[in-house]
């Protein structure tokens, strides 16, 4: 048995808390290599209609282990304005639809 000082018992339960949080945090996310990127940023870029679940599927059939949300990503941002919605296509046409509509026989 060891007689120790109240402080030295606080500094060793400091001591093992940074060590095991040291230990806890050790690892992180696995690096995604830069040529599985560069395929990533290709194919979406070839196919702006084909989103995260679709090139995820593509690259598991390949063989590459990926998650849907790191292919998001790395997948192109598209730049631009987006198509219009049907409520501003409606209020667009609406004209051309009711004639179109009132004089269908």
Not at 73 to 96: D, E, I, T
Request: proline share 5%; with cysteine.
């Amino acid at each position: 048995m060891v007689l120790v000082k109240p402080a030295t018992v606080v500094q060793w339960h400091r001591q093992g808390f940074r060590l095991f949080w040291r230990w806890r945090s050790r690892s992180g996310r696995p690096l995604v290599h830069r040529e599985v990127r560069k395929l990533i940023r290709e194919i979406s870029g070839a196919n702006p209609l084909c989103g995260a679940p679709r090139l995820h599927g593509e690259l598991l059939k390949l063989g590459i282990e990926i998650s849907q949300a790191t292919v998001a990503k790395y997948m192109v941002r598209r730049r631009g304005m987006p198509s219009q919605s049907w409520r501003c296509f409606l209020r667009n046409h609406a004209q051309g639809i009711a004639a179109i509509d009132m004089f269908a026989a």
